[in-house]
Nanobody
Framework: QVHLVESGGGSVQSGGSLRLSCVAS????????MAWFRQAPGKEREEVAR???????SYADSVKGRFTISRDNAKNTLYLQMNSLKPEDTAMYYC??????????????WGQGTQVTVSS
């Protein structure tokens, strides 16, 4: 099971930017998919962005055009560039890697999370 460590969270004003990083213990190139999720207080965890081993990317409608997911296989690191942040983006952000090697199963290994707080 891959071990994930997120960093890069913090407090910013509305309209600001942050870049989250997730360092994995293993080769992320072997993961069929990886993703960023977030969970705000009192709300369910939601998927923000996903990247497949093929390079295909998907985003939640709420972040399209503002967030960019990317990965650096050489550094075993997943990124989430977040621009034009809004107060509703405030949440704990989690990095996730699929547990299986062959296909994207939506069975995830999780990082510990990094807090993002956006003030108006």
């Amino acid at each position: 099971q891959v071990h994930l460590v997120e960093s890069g969270g913090g407090s910013v004003q509305s309209g600001g930017s942050l870049r989250l990083s997730c360092v994995a213990s293993g080769h992320i190139s072997r993961r069929p998919c990886m993703a960023w999720f977030r969970q705000a207080p009192g709300k369910e965890r939601e998927e923000v962005a996903r990247i497949y081993r093929s390079g295909i990317i998907s985003y939640a409608d709420s972040v399209k055009g503002r967030f960019t997911i990317s990965r650096d296989n050489a550094k075993n690191t997943l990124y989430l560039q977040m621009n034009s942040l809004k107060p509703e983006d405030t949440a704990m952000y989690y990095c996730a890697a699929d547990k299986y090697d062959d296909y994207c199963s939506d069975s995830w290994s999780w990082g510990q999370g990094t807090q993002v707080t956006v003030s108006s």
